[in-house]
């Protein structure tokens, strides 16, 4: 963290002190919040052969959200979290599936508005899921005065 504030002195700091109070327990409970999310992504995909719009949706902002951990990689000129596992199964699982689809017949077109809509849906599922692992991991925090 202290590279990332030197590198990028133009954040705001409550955005550094946020980042810093994420804990482990509500990183990976998030995590899971997320999973839940690109597991009925999945489910959906699966119950309609791959047309679901949702499943597509999700698709392409995991894609994408690959791509921007390696733009990251590379902007800080090293390792970044999620950079590896980006590079050796997410960008090629989604241009695989996205190669399946469009063999079936099934991908929709691509729209300048998908490259948009895409991230920003993967943006506010990332927000939301930080947002009830907050809420979650608050709630399993011992209190330090009974009845407070």
């Known amino acids: 963290m202290p590279e ?11 955005v ?13 409970t998030a995590v899971a919040v997320m999973a839940c999310v690109v597991g009925a992504a999945a489910a959906d995909g699966y119950r309609t052969g791959g047309h679901s719009a949702f499943y597509q949706g999700a698709l392409n902002g995991f894609g994408l959200h690959g791509v921007a951990h390696l733009a990251q990689a590379a902007a800080y000129r090293g390792y970044t979290p999620g950079s590896v596992t980006s590079a050796l199964v997410v960008v090629p699982f989604t ?54």
């Open 4 to 14: 990332l504030r030197e590198r990028l002195p133009r954040v705001p700091d409550r």
């Open 16 to 28: 550094w002190r946020r980042l810093e109070s994420i804990g482990r327990t509500e990183f990976t």
């Open 95 to 148: 241009l695989w599936t996205r190669g399946r689809l469009r063999r079936a017949g099934v991908l929709r077109p691509s729209r300048p508005r998908d490259a948009v809509q895409g991230p920003a849906l993967a943006a506010a599922a990332t927000v939301a899921s930080h947002h009830v692992a907050r809420r979650a991991v608050a709630r399993t925090r011992p209190r330090m005065c009974p009845g407070s």
